[in-house]
């Protein structure tokens, strides 16, 4: 046999390598990058602060609907504010950043107003980054009677 023969590797040899590289490969490059996560319901604390339109002043009663609520609505104090939680998807990587996505209407209903119907999507986009704006977000709705 030649020497350049000998020294050739052999097909086996060649492919027993090349699967311990992609097993390495699949192993270790998920350890390399951070972590992601995939939640189907995420809380986002949704202030709201209810006026009337005419006379700009609190509106005391009234009813708050959020999308994925575990409640049916919150109603607003004294001072016409609630907090309500609404549940979103949320992705994003761990440590780092993290976005719900947005969906469905914010309704406000009073007695004696007319019911107001809102796009999440219109008020604070179709998402929105709680890793760096934080957990909650706040809006005013102004009924009309």
């Not at 609630?82 to 914010?106: D, K, M, P, V, W």
């Not at 009073?110 to 709680?130: C, I, W």
């Amino acid at each position: 046999m030649s020497d350049s023969h000998r020294r050739r590797p052999s097909v086996a040899f060649l492919v027993c390598t090349g699967i311990i590289l992609v097993l390495f490969a699949a192993i270790a490059i998920p350890n390399f990058l951070p972590a992601r996560f995939d939640w189907s319901s995420s809380p986002l604390a949704v202030r709201v602060l209810v006026t009337d339109e005419n006379l700009q002043t609190p509106v005391v009663g009234a009813t708050v609907q959020v999308p994925g609520s575990l409640v049916e609505g919150v109603t607003t104090d004294s001072e016409g504010r609630c907090e309500a939680i609404a549940h979103f998807n949320a992705t994003g990587i761990l440590g780092r950043s993290g976005q719900h996505h947005l969906y469905g209407t914010l309704r406000v209903s009073a007695p004696g107003y007319r019911t107001s119907e809102t796009s999440f999507v219109s008020l604070f986009g179709s998402r929105y980054d709680y890793f760096h704006k934080g957990t909650s977000v706040t809006c005013v709705v102004t009924l009309v009677k």
